[in-house]
């Protein structure tokens, strides 16, 4: 007999019930997403050979070109089948030699774009990319075999499987799946697209580069298919000195919106995936180092990076061959396809949940200065039917006591005090989901 247990969550009124349909949902989409066609996807893009920036792009079978197109005729296949749901198309810009060391000739740098409209705010975007590029030892090598499995196949195969499992959706918000070109020679992908966003005036809910899924194999020895980790920066690069200033007297050093989409989505893994272990990485990217969400964070959009927890450098960035009894190169037999599986449904969720949920509440301020309780007000969203005030330690990563307070613009929390908690503010939809956090951006007496 299968026995199937429902966690009863707590309700806005605080008596227990079922989780709603879209709640329900998020098991359906960790189940659809299909390894066996992330490894398939992985193993086409590896086969093309080397997927550098400036490779070939005249060959139907080998380099970016024939890769890109590949991707968007993939696209195009899952718009296909779910009725014309996707708008597909490419978004490019040019780069020359005098734009940076790591261009050895001038090239368009070519993104392939699929957008999931929202049927009631379209303009409201949450994307996921992969990176098309791939790179041999040396960056500005572009003919020698650079097949790029796991750097980065494994992201864009689970940004493609992504599309397939959510497009059979109906979403409140729009989901644009991508994929960049030019990361290896210095983001040059996410440059354009985030300067496409502005342009179009999007409003980026978030963005989750994934770079990286596939590995579990460390260079310290550690193999593990079950941690991850999710790399975000404290504050926002495009904060004025009055907001800088400000974080000096009353607090946010680690509240800016890439930490709070870092949160997010934490703690959706906790409560629908238990059995993965998330890290978050109190960093913008590992040590020195960038990926394509960058240039959206620089512009002011919330932007984090979902990859392994355990990375293998012999495997990355190098050319293939064998020195001293060790393989390297980025191939596909290093690329643990399970592991991709999961990742990939750490995202759908997300994106799921974050296309489903109300706008996150603006406008949040706080008062409570020399008083025994602590008050909130925010403006109200359209399609909230509630708001959920979340507050922690100062010490604390994760948002760890809530209390949901109905359908108000404003709420004293009796007994808490402003002097020993960091507070802030999601909005609640009809079905349960939640959007982001909204730290506080002001003070009221």
Request: hydrophobic letters at 40%; glycine letters at 10%; charged letters at 25%.
């Amino acid at each position: 007999m299968k026995i199937i247990i429902i966690a009863l969550l707590v309700s806005f009124s605080g008596i227990a019930q079922v989780p709603t349909d879209h709640q329900m949902d998020l098991y359906n989409i960790i189940e659809e997403v299909s390894a066996d066609r992330i490894e398939t996807d992985i193993r086409i893009l590896a086969g093309f050979g080397t997927r550098n920036t400036f490779s070939d792009t005249i060959s139907d079978t080998r380099g970016i070109g024939a890769a890109r197109r590949w991707i968007k005729a993939a696209f195009d296949k899952i718009s296909a089948d779910c009725g014309g749901c996707l708008e597909v198309f490419y978004q490019k810009d040019y780069v020359t030699k005098e734009m940076g060391s790591r261009i050895p000739k001038d090239a368009w740098v070519v993104n392939v774009v699929a957008i999931q409209r929202g049927t009631k705010n379209p303009n409201d975007m949450v994307m996921m990319s992969g990176d098309i590029d791939s790179r041999a030892s040396d960056t500005m090598d572009f003919t020698t075999d650079a097949p790029g499995a796991n750097d980065n196949a494994s992201g864009m195969a689970g940004t493609i499987e992504a599309a397939r499992v959510l497009s059979k959706r109906k979403l409140n918000n729009s989901i644009v799946y991508v994929g960049l070109s030019g990361e290896e020679q210095g983001l040059f992908g996410g440059k354009g697209l985030a300067a496409y966003a502005q342009e179009k005036k999007w409003n980026v809910i978030g963005f989750l580069n994934n770079d990286m899924i596939g590995n579990i194999t460390g260079v310290d020895g550690v193999i593990n298919n079950r941690e991850f980790r999710i790399f975000s920066e404290p504050t926002d690069p495009t904060e004025t000195e009055r907001q800088k200033n400000g974080r000096r007297f009353y607090g946010g050093e680690v509240d800016g919106i890439s930490r709070q989409l870092a949160r997010y989505i934490h703690k959706s893994v906790t409560d629908y995936m238990p059995e993965m272990k998330p890290m978050m990485v109190y960093r913008l990217d590992r040590f020195g180092r960038g990926g394509h969400h960058r240039p959206f964070a620089d512009l002011g959009f919330p932007g984090i990076r979902i990859m392994e927890a355990h990375e293998n450098y012999t495997q990355q960035h190098q050319d293939i061959r064998t020195e001293d009894g060790i393989n390297y190169g980025d191939v596909v037999a290093h690329v643990n396809f399970a592991y991709a599986k999961k990742l990939t449904a750490v995202n759908a969720i997300n994106l799921a949940q974050l296309a489903w949920a109300p706008t996150r509440p603006q406008n949040v301020k706080i008062g409570g200065i020399v008083e025994a309780d602590v008050k909130l007000q925010w403006d109200r969203v359209t399609e909230a039917v509630g708001y959920k005030i979340y507050w922690r330690d100062t010490t604390s990563p994760t948002w760890d006591h809530s209390r949901y307070v109905g359908d108000l613009s404003e709420f004293t929390l009796k007994g808490i005090v402003i002097d020993n908690s960091f507070f802030g503010v999601a909005a609640v939809g009809t079905d349960g989901i939640e959007s982001m956090v909204s730290f506080p951006s002001g003070v009221f007496r």
